[in-house]
């Protein structure tokens, strides 16, 4: 599907983004394994949790939807699952994959994961190696590093693991192994990643021990628990950019979740110059997160160096901050990003060499890049290829250009926010 984007007079409104993923997935999981039975709200309607949940239910899990839309009643069938008739389908979620690649070594059958040809090309060597350390038989292609991963778990032992790369999904992986595992399970991590597992499985009932960068799961059996899921601040992110980088912009993001391993995007923004362009407004916890709604409104960005700690709290975010990039004032690097290389496109290649199709000035970098703000992009056609967050960030960047932006494969956007284009509209119109 083609989307052409024009720069509006202004852009105005109120919206509310779907449910965040992150925190959707690990609803559906960790209730489906607790014991009782658990209301979830606020469920994102995306393509990658709806693959979450399918699986889920080939193993005999009931998610039953209810009423109100995005709400759903889990009944948790406790530590042991049945085993499925078929392939489980992650789709195209690297979370679908990896956090129930840690769920499946626990258990005492086998089982066979797959997904697209994206999910197919994904780096899984990083969970499959401490998985075989835990003792769970897993295969797969290209000496065990690629998908279809064949799972046959069991008993697991604990272990003691240096992490290699600051993820929460690899983290996840191995936390909901290790709640089965005899012993301690014990991880060093390089930096903080997302800690939405580590909030709810402690609220859930497992003993979850954080001492700097090293976290200590002891194995347990979950309770149930009713989870309302915030809103996705990846999401809510591509509305900040826009109603910074826009002439005349105000723009309100309703319920966005600000957990503060999630919440990189506003420093770096802020970094960049926001200020009280960014402004944060009913600040309050819902189902243990923060929650705030974020207004954006026009700004005069500059740029910035940016790398270390704070990358990993915002890597899915980095592509539209590179838009903001663009119209900022002055140079700005990204480093330390290397694992933008291995997300549903190359993140690296992809978002420099669309960018440079609307005229942008942008230099890759084996871990990163170097965008030269111009304070302007020109219309032109640029691709989506088959990522989600990059076609969104296209779009974003289209508000903002001059001339006409025609997205390709803009239906790429439905695998985390099927509603983007119906609020995009509402925004322009100032609906």
């Known amino acids: 599907m083609d989307q052409t984007v024009h720069?509006?007079?202004?852009l105005t409104g109120h919206l509310a983004v779907p449910g965040d993923k992150s925190v959707s997935h690990r609803?559906?999981?960790l209730n489906a394994i607790g014991k009782g039975s658990a209301t979830v709200t606020g469920v994102s309607d995306g393509a990658d949790v709806k693959s979450t949940a399918a699986c889920l239910r080939a193993m005999g899990v009931n998610i039953e939807p209810l009423d109100e839309p995005g709400?759903?009643?889990?009944?948790g069938l406790g530590p042991d699952l049945n085993e499925p008739a078929d392939t489980l389908d992650a789709g195209n979620s690297g979370t679908s994959m990896r956090l129930l690649s840690g769920l499946l070594a626990s258990q005492g059958f086998l089982s066979v994961l797959s997904g697209d040809g994206s999910l197919r090309s994904r780096p899984m060597g990083r969970i499959v190696q401490p998985l075989q350390q835990m003792g769970a038989s897993v295969m797969g292609r290209n000496g065990d590093t690629l998908a279809p991963l064949a799972i046959r778990g069991g008993s697991l032992r604990s272990i003691e693991y240096e992490m290699p790369v600051a993820s929460a999904q690899v983290k996840s992986c191995l936390m909901l192994a290790g709640l089965s595992a005899v012993?301690?399970?014990v991880l060093h991590q390089p930096a903080l990643s997302r800690d939405h597992t580590e909030r709810m499985m402690s609220a859930m009932g497992a003993r979850v021990e954080a001492e700097g960068l090293t976290l200590t799961l002891h194995p347990a059996e979950l309770r149930a628990a009713d989870v309302a899921v915030p809103g996705d601040?990846?999401?809510?992110?591509?509305?900040m950019v826009a109603g910074l980088i826009h002439p005349n912009a105000r723009v309100t993001i309703t319920g966005v979740g600000l957990n503060p391993s999630r919440a990189g995007i506003i420093d770096a923004l802020r970094m960049m110059g926001?200020?009280?362009?960014?402004?944060?407004?009913n600040e309050r916890v819902e189902g243990g997160e923060p929650v705030a709604d974020v207004v954006a409104s026009s700004a005069n960005l500059k740029g910035i160096d940016l790398g270390g700690e704070i990358i990993p709290i915002m890597i899915d975010e980095l592509p539209v901050l590179a838009v903001a990039a663009c119209f900022a004032e002055g140079e700005t690097t990204i480093r330390d990003a290397a694992e933008l290389r291995v997300k549903e496109s190359d993140r690296i290649a992809t978002t420099v060499s669309e960018l440079t199709r609307l005229g942008g000035k942008l230099e890759p970098r084996d871990d990163g890049m170097v965008i030269h703000g111009t304070g302007r992009l020109t219309g032109a056609d640029v691709e989506s290829h088959g990522d989600h967050r990059l076609a969104m960030s296209m779009a974003v960047a289209g508000l903002a250009a001059s001339g006409e932006t025609v997205i390709h494969g803009a239906e790429d956007a439905s695998v985390s926010y099927p509603t983007f284009w119906e609020h995009l509209t509402s925004l322009t119109s100032g609906e």
């Open 27 to 29: 609803s559906l999981i």
């Open 274 to 281: 926001a200020g009280d362009s960014l402004q944060l407004e």
């Open 71 to 75: 709400s759903f009643r889990v009944d």
């Open 233 to 239: 601040i990846s999401s809510a992110a591509f509305w």
């Open 7 to 10: 720069r509006p007079d202004r």
């Open 183 to 185: 012993g301690p399970t």
